[in-house]
T-cell receptor
Framework: SQQGEEDPQALSIQEGENATMNCSYKTSINNLQWYRQNSGRGLVHLILIRSNEREKHSGRLRVTLDTSKKSSSLLITASRAADTASYFCATDDTRGSYIPTFGRGTSLIVHP | DAGVIQSPRHEVTEMGQEVTLRCKPISGHNSLFWYRQTMMRGLELLIYFNNNVPIDDSGMPEDRFSAKMPNASFSTLKIQPSEPRDSAVYFC?????????FGPGTRLTVL
């Protein structure tokens, strides 16, 4: 299995601004997922993008995938204080069994 | 559905003691994952079950760790003997497709 790496490690913005987080990975994937983790809680699935998709939207979330660069980005528009959390990308691989591996996450702080 | 249930939520024990963490996956899910999360190492996959069978345990750190899934609705992660470096938050997750559903975690502190 492989590991996605998020960038930046930490991000601090003001409410209303957009937040962009990136994820890079090493080998071919079937899909890439983004998860969110509030402090002291388990991870919550946000969005999945498949390898044949380039962009996907869900509410204020926009995810892009560039398989040629082996990277993905998560954009949160019009951020709110409640978006404060850690965000992780998870990649599977193309070997058949779905074994996702997570990066170390981006810690996002949105100041009210 | 109540989601993935983990118990206990917090565990404080002394070095050398046996620790057992429990997980009840979401009904109908056929895959179960155990993860460990620390500041230093991030979120590590320890073991993965599919249809109650361990598929990949390459993440289990050493023989002190063992995991079982006797049926589709229950799994345990056991550490014997525990060591201070095992202190972490342990998550269980289940899935039936690509999306994983995480439990609230067990915060383990080994003194």
């Amino acid at each position: 299995s492989q590991q996605g790496e998020e960038d930046p490690q930490a991000l601090s913005i003001q409410e209303g601004e957009n937040a962009t987080m990136n994820c890079s990975y090493k080998t071919s994937i079937n899909n890439l997922q983004w998860y969110r983790q509030n402090s002291g809680r388990g991870l919550v699935h946000l969005i999945l993008i498949r390898s044949n998709e380039r962009e996907k939207h869900s509410g204020r979330l926009r995810v892009t995938l560039d398989t040629s660069k082996k990277s993905s980005s998560l954009l949160i528009t019009a951020s709110r204080a409640a978006d404060t959390a850690s965000y992780f990308c998870a990649t599977d691989d193309t070997r058949g069994s779905y074994i996702p591996t997570f990066g170390r996450g981006t810690s996002l702080i949105v100041h009210p | 559905d109540a989601g993935v249930i983990q118990s206990p939520r917090h565990e404080v024990t002394e070095m050398g003691q046996e620790v057992t963490l429990r997980c009840k996956p979401i009904s109908g899910h056929n895959s179960l994952f155990w993860y460990r999360q620390t500041m230093m190492r991030g979120l590590e996959l320890l073991i993965y079950f599919n249809n109650n069978v361990p598929i990949d345990d390459s993440g289990m750190p050493e023989d002190r760790f063992s995991a079982k899934m006797p049926n589709a609705s229950f799994s345990t992660l056991k550490i014997q003997p525990s060591e201070p470096r095992d202190s972490a938050v342990y998550f269980c997750a289940s899935s039936w497709s690509d999306e994983q559903f995480f439990g609230p975690g067990t915060r383990l502190t080994v003194l």
